[in-house]
């Protein structure tokens, strides 16, 4: 079983930055940031090998966001720069064990959600 705890959002003004961090507990093979927007689909945001370095971002955030994991404590984080009104949203942290690693991946293991909002 793998469990994952969230932290790290909060309210900026667009153009500002944050950074979401998730700690994990249990071994995954991948690990990745989702968003969800009031009356949108889930949005793939971003993912990680947990072994190495290779990533994988949604055309919406590329440039702007990048996620990294630190192995030493488990911890997945979203380093989030120039947010924009659009970015608004509950992200959630996921992993998976197996599998290909991308945004369109099938995650099993999700956290309760930290809420990020941008305003104009």
């Known amino acids: 079983q793998v469990q994952l705890a969230e932290s790290g959002g909060g309210s900026v003004q667009a153009g500002g930055s944050l950074r979401l961090s998730c700690a994990a507990s249990g071994y995954t093979s991948c690990m990745g940031w989702f968003r969800q927007a009031p009356g949108k689909e889930r949005e793939g945001v971003a993912t990680i090998f947990t072994s190495g370095v290779i990533t994988n971002y949604a055309d919406s955030v590329k440039g702007r966001f990048t996620i990294s994991h630190d192995n030493t404590k488990n911890t997945l984080y979203l380093q989030m720069t120039n947010l924009e009104p659009e970015d608004s949203a509950m992200y959630y942290c996921?992993?998976?064990?197996?599998?290909?690693?991308?945004?369109?991946?099938?995650?099993?293991?999700w956290g309760q959600g930290t809420q990020v909002t941008v305003s104009s």
């Open positions: 996921a992993a998976v064990r197996g599998g290909i690693c991308w945004v369109g991946a099938k995650f099993g293991y």
